[in-house]
């Protein structure tokens, strides 16, 4: 029976009623149900009520009742986060253990299919709000300090732990503030919605700006922080404008906080790349002009391997300039001079006054704009060892952006040493890791893992290169995955993962890929035709083929694959 169909026969709705949200749906991308309640002809507990009926699953329409049992060590167990995500709840009833949704989403039904421990639980359905109450009766802190000290004591816990980024993230009614950690995020604090507030506003007047309705604004401040003993740490913020249907007439605030400064400088092999990648990594030693390139989103380990490669380059004793925004991490050698540019000293400006301090080795912390790949390249092409990152999907992706940038193509090409895309994956613990047969993947996963065998077998099949996966003649040679295992392991305390690994693809420039590109070079602006030329003269290996690998070889699960292919 139809949602509408069914309100009709519990007197919840009326003919007239259905037919004009019927009409409303047909000319928007409304669900129905949504309409109804924006209409205020039924509740959202109507809602519930039906998708509990229509699923064969029990409907909670108090969670706040004598007769039900809610374990905060059951809920913690599971994590704020995945709780928050969907939204849902974990209770008891009659020795029953339920999780509660307001919905079954895609992300639920992801879960439940990969872990065991949440194939135990019976589905039940109650109101997102009332999920949301208990969910705060629960974890929101209630302890005395104040919003300013909060925000200090998450800031002095992210430089302890080393993490990256710090989350200011609101929901429906309540703020939580998250660490971005290697494995995962860590939930720090759960807050009301007037503290999420507070906390915003005391972070915007950090960075002295002010926040209007439906702006985002990027700003900056120092953190002084007390455990390291008054050391100044550099956070970039992102302010991101959100809104709500609990608050339609006005506009919130989340907040990201990267935190930089603290960072240390270690060599590939700790990094953790494998062997043949630190071979190719160590070759601009031996560069003494040209341009380097590297591409990934924020937070994939660009600055990291980058700094590697300056600890290497400055035992050459050459002068190194590096221009950054902020600078991220601090070096220590006396060759290496850095640069940190702000909102009246620009990337441009930038370049142009370390052009006329003749450094031998340059660092450009991102090409933005036009002026600044236009310098870059000059600085190339005049003696310069440079090394910058460019915000692209894939290191053959490059030309296309640079050509955006109003960029000779031909002079790029004669210039270019290296580039690389880079990511950063969790692999699974290989205690505790379980394989699963492919067929009970979810059929969303199924199909884009035949279609991603098919592709990479079309590509490799144009190469002069065998690869394994040149013998499987269909994905039925391809019958299981392994996905993460069971809470109670040791070594990766539950997790199912390991440390953080990078994973970095490398097109390689040399003379023979040039000489064969030279003679086509429109190929440049074709990646599958690159990526073949390459692969036949250089050996080179994209995301999409190394990733396939670690999930064929039971090193990541289908999760992660798709994360680092796409």
């Known amino acids: 029976m139809k949602i509408g169909e069914y309100l009709i026969s519990k007197g919840k709705l009326t003919e007239s009623q259905l037919k004009d949200a019927l009409f409303v749906q047909s000319i928007s991308e409304k669900r129905l149900g949504e309409i109804l309640i924006e209409n205020g002809y039924i509740s959202d507990s109507d809602v519930a009520d039906y998708l509990a009926y229509y699923s064969g699953r029990e409907f909670f329409n108090e969670l706040n009742t004598p007769y039900l049992f809610i374990d905060k060590n059951k809920n913690e167990e599971l994590g704020f986060s995945f709780l928050y995500e969907i939204p849902a709840i974990v209770v008891s009833k009659e020795n029953i253990t339920y999780i509660i949704c307001s919905e079954i989403t895609a992300s639920l039904s992801e879960k439940m299919a990969f872990d065991e421990n949440l194939k135990k639980f019976k589905i039940g359905f109650s109101t997102k709000r009332k999920i949301y109450e208990a969910l705060n009766q629960i974890f929101i802190n209630k302890t005395l300090f104040s ?34 950690t290697e494995l995962s995020q860590e939930n720090i604090r759960v807050l009301s919605l007037e503290s999420g507030r507070r906390i915003i506003n005391i972070i915007a007047g950090h960075c002295q700006v002010t926040l209007k309705k439906g702006q985002g604004l990027d700003a900056k401040f120092i953190f002084n922080s007390n455990f390291y003993k008054g050391v100044r740490v550099n956070i970039r913020v992102a302010f991101l404008p959100i809104s709500s249907k609990l608050d339609k007439e006005s506009t919130l605030f989340e907040a990201v906080l990267r935190i930089h400064g603290l960072n240390k400088v270690f060599d590939f092999k700790y990094i ?54 902020p600078v991220e991490i601090e070096l220590r050698e006396s060759n290496i001079t850095q640069m ?30 036009d002026i600044t790949a236009k310098y870059t390249l000059i600085a190339a092409e005049t003696g310069h060892l440079v090394l910058t990152t460019l915000h692209a999907n894939s290191s053959l992706s490059i030309f296309g952006r640079f050509q955006s940038l109003k960029t000779d193509l031909n002079q790029l090409f004669s210039v270019l040493k290296f580039v690389t895309a880079q990511r950063l994956y969790n692999p699974l613990c290989q205690e505790c890791k379980k394989i699963i047969s492919f067929s009970k993947l979810p059929s969303l996963y199924r199909y884009a893992l035949e279609e991603n065998l098919r592709f990479i077998k079309l590509t490799l099949s144009k190469t002069n290169i065998c690869r394994e996966f040149l013998d ?27 440390k953080r690994k990078p994973i970095i693809e490398i097109a390689e420039f040399n003379d023979t890929v040039k000489e064969r590109i030279y003679a086509d070079v429109e190929s440049l602006l074709n990646p599958l035709s690159l990526e073949e030329i390459l692969i036949n003269l250089s050996n080179f290996e994209s995301l999409k083929i190394q990733s396939f690998r670690k999930l064929f070889n039971g090193e990541i699960d289908p999760i992660t694959y798709f994360n680092l292919s796409n």
């Open 147 to 180: 919003e300013k000290e909060i925000l200090d004591e998450a800031i002095e816990i992210a430089l302890l732990k080393g993490s990256p980024n710090l989350r200011i993230k609101r929901s429906e009614d309540f703020y939580m503030i998250i660490m971005d």
């Open 272 to 325: 953790g790349f494998t062997n043949d990648k630190v071979e190719l990594l160590k070759k601009p030693y031996i560069h003494p002009q040209g341009l380097i390139v590297s591409t990934g989103p924020t937070g994939s380990g660009k600055t990291t391997t980058f700094y590697a490669m300056l600890k290497l380059l400055s035992q050459k004793k050459s002068t190194i300039m590096t221009i950054e925004d």
């Open 340 to 369: 940190n540019i702000s909102e009246d000293f620009g990337y441009s400006e930038a370049v142009r006054i370390m052009l006329r301090s003749e450094p031998d080795i340059m660092m450009i912390g991102e090409i933005r704009d």
């Open 472 to 498: 499987l003649k269909d994905i039925s040679g391809f019958d299981s995955v392994y996905v993460r295992g069971e809470k109670n392991c040791d070594k990766c305390g539950g997790t199912g993962y390991v």
